[in-house]
C-alpha cells in the first residue's frame, strides 16, 4: 500500500548516481533531480544507489545530501535516503536521548506500528550502530521510571506471531482483564504489560472488539478516564493501543496535528510521511478524509518549495 | 570450530537424496549410509539435501527417517536433520510443556548458549511453527512462578550486541550490584535479570571476571550458596551464567554428566552433540580434558551401534 511511483523502466543504480552526481556538482544543486531520483525509488533501489554511489565516488551519499541540501526538505530526503531499519534505529535513540513524551511516542511507533520482523531488523541495526542493545539502552534510560520503562520493553523486544489466527476465548479473557486493571486504576500492572507486549497484533484487535463489545467503551476511551502514579505512562499507553489497533489511524492524527493550529510540525510531518509512504501510506490517506480534507490539500496548504514537492511525491500526488 | 567432516568434493543434494533413498528401500535400511551423508554435510547442505528429497520424492525426509530409523540413534538422526532453528524451536516448546528442571534448562540453553541472530532465527521459526511466540509462550506456562518467569523473559527476548566492546566501570559497578543481591539473598531481584538479560556476553564476561576479582569467589560459587522463595530459580540462573561465560564447559559437563553414574542419558548425550556439533564442539573436547578422558573414549564406552557411530562422526573421531 505504497504511495511512491517508480518509473515501469527505473535506471540502473549506476545512472542514477550519475545524475545526483551532476546534481550536486559546481554551485548550487539541482533540487528537482534529486527529487526526481530519489523519490520514486523504494527502499532496495535507493540502498542500491548509496551502494553504487560510495563505489564510484568514494564518499557516502548521505554525507553529500546533508551538505548539499538545508532546511526541512533536506531533513527529509536524509531520513529517506536511509536503509528504513537504520533510519528507524538512529529515531529510536533519538528518542531514548530525548526521553519527552514526544519523543518516547516515535519509539512507540516504531516498537507497535512495524512489522515484527521490520522490528528484529531495527534492533539489529540498532547494535550495529551503536555498539549496545536496543533493549540496554531502554532499561538505562528509563531507569527511574518502572511502569514506562516495563511497559516499553515488553513492545521493544517482542517478536509477535504475525499470523491471522485468532483464540476468541483467550480475546474475551484478556478484555476482562484489561478492563480490570483499568477500571481498577492500574493500567500499569504486569497484566496489562503482558498482553500487550506478547500477543500477536490480530489477537490484540480481537481483544480490543471484544471490549468494546462487553462494556461498552472502547479501551481509548477508558484510558483517556484512567490515571497512573507516572503521568507519562497513560498517554504512551493509548499510543501503543492506537499503534497495534489501527497504525494508519494514529499516524493520520499524527499528521493532522503536525498540520493544525499556529505553524506547522514538520519534523513530525516529515516522520509521519517518510516513515510510512511505503507501508500504509494508502490507508493513511483514507482514513485522513475524516478530516473532511485530503492529506494532499493539507500538505500543500502548509508546506512549501522543495520540502513540498518532495511530500507530495512521496504520498503519490505526481500519480495521474 | 565444527567437528564434522566434509568431503572436499562433495555431491549434489540430488546425489545425496538418491543415496539417502536407495538406503530406505526394500527391507531394512542401509543406517551406514544415512550416516555417510547426513553425518558429514553442515546444516546448509543438509538444508539443500531436505528441499532436493521433497522435489525428488513428494515426501518429507524427516518423515521417513522418522519411519525408517529408531531408537537413540534415529532420534539423534532426525534431531540432527532439522534446521537449527526449527530444532531449537521444537526443543524449546517442547521444554515449556515439560516445564521440570532439566527442560528448563534446555530453553535457557537455547536463550543464553546461542548467537543473538540465531536466538532471532528461533523465534520466527517458533511463531511459523506454534501459531504463537516464543515469550507468549513462556508467559503462559510460568504465569505462576513469578521469579523464573522475569528470568526466562529476559533471556529468550535479549538481542545482545553482539560487539567485543566493554565498558569496565559499567562491568565494575553491575559486579556490585550482581554481589549485592546475591549476598542479600535476593537473587531473583530486577537488577540481576536486567543485566543478565540485556548486557552483552562480552560485557557479561567482564563483570563476573570483575566479580571474582573483587569478591574472591566466583558468582557461580555465591549462587550455589543462595536461595530464593522459588527452588527452580538458583540452578536455572546458575546455568544462565555458565551457558553466557562459557558455553564450552557448560556442553562438556552435559556430556560428562549423561555418561557418569548408572545409566546413560542419551537424550542430553544426542542434544548436545548435536546443537553444538557446528557450534563450538572443537573447544567443548578441549573442556573435557579436564575430566581426565576424552570426549571421544566416554561416547565410545558408554554408546554402541550406529548410534555410536552417528555421536563420532559428529564430534569429529573419523577426522584422520
Same sequence: chains 1, 2.
Avoid at 500500500?1 to 559546481?26: H, R, Y
Avoid at 461498552?216 to 478516564?225: M, N, P, Q, R, W
Avoid at 510540525?265 to 509512504?277: F, K, P, S
Wanted: net charge negative; charged share 30%; with cysteine.
Amino acid at each position: 500500500m505504497s504511495t511512491i511511483s517508480i518509473p515501469s523502466d527505473v535506471p540502473s543504480p549506476e545512472e542514477d548516481c550519475n545524475k545526483l552526481w551532476k546534481a550536486f556538482k559546481g554551485w548550487g544543486t539541482d533540487e528537482k533531480a534529486v527529487i526526481d531520483v530519489l523519490a520514486h525509488r523504494n527502499a532496495r533501489q535507493r540502498r542500491a544507489i548509496s551502494e553504487a554511489y560510495r563505489r564510484l565516488h568514494r564518499e557516502s551519499l548521505l554525507d553529500r545530501l546533508r551538505s548539499e541540501l538545508s532546511g526541512d526538505f533536506g531533513k527529509a530526503v536524509v531520513l529517506w535516503a536511509q536503509d528504513p531499519q537504520e533510519r528507524d534505529a538512529k529515531l529510536a535513540n533519538k528518542a531514548m536521548k530525548k526521553k519527552d513524551e514526544r519523543h518516547v511516542l516515535m519509539l512507540i511507533e516504531i516498537a507497535c506500528a512495524s512489522s515484527p520482523d521490520h522490528l528484529m531488523a531495527v534492533r539489529k541495526a540498532y547494535c550495529f550502530l551503536f555498539n549496545s542493545s536496543l533493549e540496554e539502552d531502554v532499561e538505562d534510560h528509563f531507569a527511574k521510571q518502572e511502569s514506562l520503562r516495563r511497559l516499553l520493553m515488553g513492545l521493544v523486544t517482542s517478536y509477535r506471531y504475525n499470523g491471522e489466527l485468532v483464540d476468541e476465548e483467550l480475546a474475551r479473557s484478556e478484555a476482562a482483564t484489561l478492563h480490570d486493571a483499568i477500571s481498577m486504576k492500574q493500567p500499569d500492572n504486569e497484566e496489562v504489560v503482558r498482553i500487550l507486549g506478547t500477543r500477536s497484533k490480530s489477537q490484540l484487535k480481537s481483544t480490543f472488539n471484544c471490549y468494546k463489545e462487553k462494556y461498552g467503551t472502547s479501551i481509548d476511551e477508558d484510558l483517556e478516564s484512567s490515571s497512573s502514579g507516572d503521568n507519562k505512562f497513560i498517554p504512551v499507553l493509548k499510543v501503543a493501543v492506537r499503534c497495534i489497533e489501527s497504525p494508519e489511524k494514529h499516524f493520520a492524527e499524527v499528521v493532522r496535528s503536525s498540520i493544525v493550529g499556529l505553524g506547522t510540525d514538520e519534523d513530525a510531518l516529515t516522520r509521519a510521511i517518510v516513515t510510512r509512504a511505503e507501508v500504509d501510506m494508502k490507508s493513511i490517506k483514507e482514513e485522513y478524509k475524516r478530516y473532511k480534507t485530503s492529506l494532499n490539500t493539507d500538505v500543500i496548504g502548509d508546506t512549501s518549495g522543495y520540502y513540498q514537492e518532495f511530500l507530495l511525491a512521496l504520498v503519490g500526488w505526481a500519480i495521474p
